[in-house]
């Protein structure tokens, strides 16, 4: 079974950083897009990040370009999501996800996904 953790979150100011880790197991990395949404309160999960090992290739969110950075470790299978210079509006739960490579970039799209893990709550706040 395809399993998926997300960790890293938590409170910070504007203008910091954090790391978001998602430790995955269950597949082999290279066979799906592994990647990132958010959901803030009142809002539709939207995506923010993603990439396929196998293509070497990614995807940001035009919210987030410039500031934010996926990237992954096989030998540890995990996934990262490097998040600078962050802004209030970032604040939300992150969740990590996958989607087989084979149905495309365009399926990563939340009712898409074919797996989910638990959200970290990121707060950006001064």
């Known amino acids: 079974d395809v399993q998926l953790q997300a960790s890293g979150g938590g409170l910070v100011q504007p203008g910091e950083s954090l790391r978001l880790s998602c430790a995955a197991s269950?597949?082999?990395?290279?066979?799906?897009?592994i990647g990132w949404f958010r959901q803030a309160p009142g809002k539709e999960r939207e995506r923010v990040a993603c990439i396929s090992t196998a293509v070497a290739a990614t995807y940001y969110a035009d919210s987030v370009k410039g500031r934010f950075t996926t990237s992954s470790d096989n030998a540890k299978s995990t996934v990262y999501l490097q998040m600078n210079s962050l802004k209030p509006e970032d604040t939300a739960v992150y969740y990590c996800?996958?989607?087989?490579?084979?149905?495309?970039?365009?399926?990563?799209?939340?009712?898409?996904?074919?797996?989910w893990g638990k959200g970290t709550q990121v707060t950006v706040s001064s």
């Open positions: 996800a996958v989607v087989s490579l084979g149905r495309g970039w365009g399926a990563f799209i939340a009712s898409e996904m074919d797996s």
């Open positions: 269950g597949f082999t990395f290279d066979d799906y897009i």
